[in-house]
């Protein structure tokens, strides 16, 4: 996600629209920014929790066994 990051200026622009807002309104507004912050501030995940070895317990000739069974030879041609 990409940020946008205001001026002092336009920030100012901001507040006097917002300062006439009543004030559950601003209040919502309050929770939300809040909210915004705080989602942000996840940890990230380490990048070796993405990827590691395969882990089975069967013998590697049966894992291959396995796949090459499951494959689909589908020799229909359709034409256009």
Do not use: C, H, Q
């Amino acid at each position: 996600m990409t940020t946008i990051a205001l001026s002092k200026r336009s920030i100012d622009n901001f507040f006097g629209f917002l300062y006439k807002m009543d004030t559950n309104s601003k209040k919502r507004l309050i929770i939300k920014l809040t909210e915004s912050i705080e989602d942000s501030k996840k940890p990230n995940k380490n990048i070796k929790s993405l990827f590691g070895s395969w882990i089975d317990n069967r013998d590697s000739d049966l894992i291959i066994k396995d796949i090459r069974d499951s494959r689909l030879n589908n020799r229909d041609i359709v034409e256009f």
